[in-house]
């Protein structure tokens, strides 16, 4: 069984960098098969994908055009986990956060959510 | 970019009534790569079928998905107690991977 453990401040403020981790159990980061994501929700925005980074014999990453410029995702294979950065946020990044596991970009395994609130 | 649409917003039925929810994409999806999400409140989204029509792991055969092209149906047979909820549909074949806005069933 798949479970996805976050973490990170649940407050950021603006113009700083929002930080997120998800630990992965029972599957590793490194998987030939899954992808690992971050989507998150809004009321105005609703579920949006972030992006998300799998390794295919080298790692590779995708985002979504919306936060290209300012978002990161590694893996750490040392801590069988992912991260997600997302830089110059404001008010607008304010979000419940989910890390996700992505099978042929079918989200089956998600984390628990957290709420990232952008303020001063 | 796909963008798609679900209909209706809400759809107020009582328990053991059959529900019937509609996903449209603005183009075509690739080879049906449609699938079906249920969220309740304070819960992060749960995978109910993929690919159009195949059930993930777990989830009851009152579910069930159908369509192809831009039109897709998420049909449950027979509305349980726990099946109350937001349901949301998302493509999985392109990049980008949007969601649509959901739809809500709530109790009549």
């Known amino acids: 069984q798949v479970q996805l453990q976050q973490s990170g401040p649940g407050l950021v403020k603006p113009s700083q960098t929002l930080s997120l981790a998800c630990a992965i159990s029972g599957d590793t980061v490194s998987s030939n098969i899954a992808a690992w994501a971050w989507i998150r929700q809004s009321p105005s925005r609703g579920l949006e994908w972030l992006g998300r980074?799998?390794?295919?014999?080298?790692?590779?990453?995708e985002y979504a055009a919306s936060v290209r410029s300012r978002i990161t995702i590694n893996p750490d294979t040392s801590k069988n986990q992912f991260s997600l950065q997302l830089n110059s946020v404001t008010p607008e990044d304010t979000a419940v956060y989910f890390c996700?596991?992505?099978?042929?970009?079918?989200?089956?395994?998600w984390g628990p959510g957290a709420l990232v609130t952008v303020s001063s | 970019d796909i963008v798609l649409t679900q209909s209706p917003v809400t759809l107020s039925l009582s328990p053991g009534e059959r529900a019937t929810l509609s996903c449209r994409a603005s183009?075509?999806?690739?080879?049906?790569?449609l699938a079906w999400y249920q969220q309740k409140p304070g819960q992060a989204p749960r995978l109910l079928i993929y690919?159009?029509?195949s059930r993930a792991t777990g989830i009851p055969d009152r579910f069930s998905g159908s369509g192809s092209g831009t039109d897709f149906t998420l049909t449950i047979s027979r509305l349980e107690p726990e099946d109350f909820a937001v349901y949301y549909c998302q493509q999985h074949s392109y990049s980008l991977f949007p969601f649509g806005p959901g739809t809500r069933v709530d109790v009549k």
């Open positions: 690919g159009a029509s």
């Open positions: 980074t799998f390794y295919r014999s080298k790692w590779n990453n």
């Open positions: 996700a596991r992505d099978i042929s970009a079918r989200f089956d395994y």
């Open positions: 183009q075509s999806v690739s080879s049906g790569y």
